[in-house]
């Protein structure tokens, strides 16, 4: 019949793909790193279709730092499931968490919440967090970790510091330097002092349950958080993927590859 492939023809395309190290029961050589992804409307080329999609500098960074990115859409089924397939987890920026999760009202300037994406993004960071899987949150990531551990939000920074030096510009990040706790794992992989490139609004207000406050900006904005007793959790504002220093996703990587061999 027209179109079908002979037995033989199969044997020589199998013949023709590169063999693989990973086979059943044996770990592959790269941990995996599942990216929370974006679900939004978008448009290429003569397409516009609802799509999981998630900034390529992330899957680079996470690559170049010897990780297997995995791209996670916003899911609230099979959470144990998608976990069962991950070494770690990064926890990707985005738009504004809706207030409701922290019991607020709605700021004027909290904008494009989704609800959908809050609630699987939340049971998803719980169950990592349970199995103490290594986690990166962040910006937005960050948030969705101190609202997980019961924490809440500024929902407009420029009313407290005065100004929008963290995003000044929509679309353009800011940069500015951040002042890091030395004896933090943050401390410990940046130094002491760090230049990054931030793009949020808000900030956070009263802490989750168990986190720290380790990372600041010159005007007292508290720009990162670690939870002591997990093996790596840790949540930054700024975007260290737009950055040229990986050491926080070789970090992830790194502990990602220790999570694997403890745990399979």
Same mark, same amino acid.
């Given at each position: 019949?027209?179109?079908?492939?002979?037995?033989?023809?199969?044997? =020589?395309?199998?013949?023709?793909?590169? /063999?693989?190290?990973?086979?059943?029961?044996? /770990?592959? /050589?790269?941990?995996?790193?599942?990216?929370?992804?974006?679900?939004?409307?978008? =448009?290429?080329?003569?397409?516009?279709?609802?799509?999981?999609?998630?900034?390529?500098?992330?899957?680079?960074?996470?690559?170049?730092?010897?990780?297997?990115?995995?791209l996670v859409p916003p899911s609230e089924e099979a959470v144990e499931e998608t976990l069962d397939a991950l070494d770690g987890l990064l926890l990707s920026g985005g738009e504004d968490i809706d207030p409701a999760q922290y019991g607020a009202g709605q700021h004027p300037e909290t904008k494009g919440v989704r609800p959908d994406r809050d609630r699987a993004e939340l049971a998803l960071l719980g169950a990592a967090l349970a199995r103490d899987m290594p986690v990166l949150a962040v910006c937005r990531g960050s948030q969705v970790l101190n609202v997980a551990l019961g924490g809440d939000l500024v929902q407009h920074l420029p009313e407290v510091v005065?100004?929008?030096?963290?995003?000044?510009?929509?679309?353009?990040?800011?940069?500015?330097?951040?002042?890091?706790?030395?004896? /933090? =794992?943050?401390?410990?992989?940046?130094?002491? =002092?760090?230049?990054?490139?931030?793009?949020?609004?808000?900030?956070?207000?009263?802490?989750?349950?168990?986190?720290?406050?380790?990372?600041?900006?010159?005007?007292?904005?508290?720009?990162?958080?670690?939870?002591p007793g997990q093996r790596f959790a840790l949540g930054v504002l700024w975007h260290p993927e737009e950055g040229e220093d990986f050491a926080l996703f070789k970090t992830l990587v790194d502990e990602a590859r220790a999570y694997r061999k403890d745990s399979r």
């Open positions: 019949m027209q179109g079908q492939i002979s037995g033989p023809a199969i044997m =020589r395309l199998h013949s023709q793909v590169p /063999s693989c190290s990973y086979t059943r029961g044996v /770990s592959p /050589s790269r941990p995996i790193i599942g990216i929370t992804s974006y679900a939004d409307r978008v =448009r290429w080329g003569v397409w516009d279709v609802p799509a999981a999609l998630i900034p390529l500098t992330y899957v680079d960074a996470i690559r170049h730092a010897g990780g297997r990115p995995l005065g100004d929008e030096k963290h995003k000044h510009t929509p679309g353009v990040f800011s940069d500015h330097d951040v002042a890091l706790a030395s004896e /933090s =794992r943050l401390g410990r992989t940046l130094g002491e =002092r760090a230049p990054v490139k931030s793009h949020h609004h808000q900030g956070f207000g009263r802490l989750g349950d168990g986190l720290r406050e380790v990372a600041w900006a010159e005007d007292g904005t508290v720009e990162g958080l670690e939870l």
